[in-house]
């Protein structure tokens, strides 16, 4: 099993354009997360999905969409990046409601 | 809102140096306690689950304990593969809003 599997591992946008981080997992989860990390401020949750067809907002979710058409599958779109969503993007994924989160390896992204 | 505060920040220990770190929350309803560990440039690694006051769980020489406010690591003859930055985080609520996490300890264990 590979897991969690983020691409890409780098990028670097110029401001105003768009991405599509991709997270796949072949755990067969339900739910899965998009975090965020910035240097002090710890993991940020920015979307979730609960299941196949689901999504719904976190913490920080503004300047952010996500799709889950696929059940292994969480998209997270930048439309428009902004300097400020510069940050190192988690992709997480658990099997039931109270368990562990299994993480990718992380997306590096900087907005110039 | 939960909240999720770890102290210290950092720590620098000699190897053999045993301690202990702290996460200290506020949350409506826990539902579990997690503690991960994550190197540089990669993402964070499960290692224990803590669900109710009392309870404890060793792996190697790390040692997870639990109160109705705090969480502590402890740490016994730390070696220098221990280094890390372990995170702190609690599942609260209807369990499928994911964690909250805290900010981190950054340990260092020198030879």
């Known amino acids: 099993n590979a897991g969690v599997t983020q691409t890409p591992k780098f990028r670097v946008l110029k401001t105003g354009q768009s991405m599509t981080l991709l997270c796949a997992q072949d755990?067969?989860?339900?739910?899965m997360y998009w975090y965020r990390q910035d240097p002090g401020m710890g993991l940020r949750l920015i979307h979730y999905?609960?299941?196949?067809?689901?999504?719904a907002k976190g913490e920080v979710p503004d300047g952010y969409n996500v799709s889950r058409l696929k059940k292994q599958n969480f998209l997270l779109g930048l439309e428009s990046a902004a300097p400020s969503q510069t940050s190192v993007y988690f992709c997480?994924?658990?099997?039931?409601?109270?368990?562990?989160?299994?993480f990718g390896s992380g997306t590096q992204l900087s907005v110039l | 809102e939960d909240q999720v505060t770890q102290s210290p920040e950092a720590l620098r220990l000699q190897e053999g140096e045993s301690s202990s770190l702290n996460c200290s929350y506020t949350?409506?309803?826990?539902?579990?306690l997690f503690w991960y560990r994550q190197d540089p440039g990669k993402g964070p690694e499960f290692l224990f689950t803590?669900?109710?006051a009392g309870e404890e769980k060793e792996k190697e020489r790390l040692k997870a304990t639990l109160t109705k406010k705090e969480s502590f690591l402890h740490i016994t003859a730390p070696k220098p593969e221990d280094s890390a930055t372990y995170l702190c985080?609690?599942?609260?609520?209807?369990?499928?809003?994911?964690?909250?996490f805290g900010k981190g300890t950054h340990l260092i264990i020198q030879p």
């Open positions: 997480a994924s658990k099997r039931g409601q109270n368990e562990k989160l299994f």
């Open positions: 755990m067969n989860h339900e739910y």
């Open positions: 999905s609960v299941g196949e067809g689901t999504t």
């Open positions: 949350v409506s309803g826990l539902r579990g």
């Open positions: 803590l669900y109710s």
């Open positions: 985080a609690v599942q609260a609520g209807r369990g499928a809003d994911g964690l909250t």
